[in-house]
T-cell receptor
Framework: QQQVKQSPQSLIVQKGGIPIINCAYE??????FPWYQQFPGKGPALLIA?????SEKKEGRFTISFNKSAKQFSLHIMDSQPGDSATYFC???????????FGSGTQLTVLP | GAGVSQSPSNKVTEKGKDVELRCDPI?????LYWYRQRLGQGLEFLIY????????KSGLPSDRFSAERTGESVSTLTIQRTQQEDSAVYLC??????????????FGEGSRLTVL
């Protein structure tokens, strides 16, 4: 009930491509969905987040698409750059919970 | 420093030894979390502190794991009688509000533990 399933495990795209990372959840009480970005040797850092009252949120080249009925959300990276190469984690939580539940992560490689 | 600080950054120990990992959260942050990240895997929740409330220990994998926090400052994660499966990066994060309420978590760089 508390799991967040993330796919794919790894992803390789060419510079300029649009990688898409998908997450699915079961707990309908989840109402906050952030994405965290982690570079090697560093801790994760918040990238972008969405609440279920909107279906899409865009910040710069990063977009979250949210499908409440399907209980799925995804991260799209427009015009991807080699500097975007990192591990991306989706997460979810509800107001009654006090911690984030993280997905298993996607290792993204953007080739120059 | 303005960020979350963790020490040691690397720790190699022998099976059966006890280890202590330290976290200095961002000043003023009332919420503090410990997560475990095994190689190539996601973040596994261990424990959560919020102000002076009783900690949420629901993620601790066994009674060999314990954590303390003094007020709203430093926290220590202790692993007793370490096992090889304890090898992982232990990440600490702090937040000005609960992560469940949409608070941004600020992570440290982690303590990499290797149990031989």
């Amino acid at each position: 009930q508390q799991q967040v399933k993330q796919s794919p495990q790894s992803l390789i795209v060419q510079k300029g491509g649009i990688p898409i990372i998908n997450c699915a959840y079961e707990n309908t009480a989840f109402d906050y969905f952030p994405w965290y970005q982690q570079f090697p040797g560093k801790g994760p850092a918040l990238l972008i987040a969405i609440r279920p009252d909107v279906s899409e949120k865009k910040e710069g080249r990063f977009t979250i698409s949210f499908n409440k009925s399907a209980k799925q959300f995804s991260l799209h990276i427009m015009d991807s750059q080699p500097g975007d190469s990192a591990t991306y984690f989706c997460a979810a939580s509800s107001g009654s919970a006090r911690q984030l539940t993280f997905g298993s992560g996607t290792q993204l490689t953007v080739l120059p | 420093g303005a960020g979350v600080s963790q020490s040691p950054s690397n720790k190699v120990t022998e099976k059966g030894k006890d280890v202590e990992l330290r976290c200095d959260p961002i000043s003023g942050h009332t919420a503090l979390y410990w997560y475990r990240q095994r190689l190539g895997q996601g973040l596994e929740f261990l424990i959560y502190f919020q102000g002076n409330s009783a900690p949420d220990k629901s993620g601790l994998p066994s009674d060999r794991f314990s954590a303390e926090r003094t007020g709203e400052s430093v926290s220590t994660l202790t692993i007793q009688r370490t096992q090889q499966e304890d090898s992982a990066v232990y990440l600490c994060a702090s937040s000005s509000t609960s992560g469940g309420l949409g608070g941004e978590l600020f992570f440290g760089e982690g303590s990499r533990l290797t149990v031989l």
